[in-house]
């Protein structure tokens, strides 16, 4: 999949994902939440296709429950201060 390939498109797609939520009402408690367990599921079932994504997955493998939550959080940020309209 060509969004996982480039770390700019994926950054992009994700920021978009984030406002619609936010759009529909969720809270960023709520997008958080759902955010931890996408990345439960690309850690078990998605090779990483980029450094960036590399050190993400290498990251969340070694992380606990909190760690994780505050790695959502931060690429939530990320995303959001980098979305493209």
Do not use: H
């Not at 408690?29 to 960036?52: M, R, S």
């Not at 959502?72 to 979305?83: T, Y």
């Amino acid at each position: 999949m060509e969004l996982l390939q480039n770390w700019e498109k994926w950054k992009s797609f994700l920021g978009q994902q984030v406002e619609n939520a936010k759009n529909m009402g969720l809270s960023n408690n709520t997008i958080e939440k759902t955010a931890v367990q996408i990345g439960e599921y690309l850690a078990k079932n998605v090779d990483p296709k980029n450094e960036q994504e590399r050190v993400l997955a290498d990251l969340w493998s070694v992380a606990d429950e909190n760690e994780k939550q505050a790695i959502a959080s931060c690429v939530m940020k990320l995303v959001q201060d980098k979305k493209v309209n």
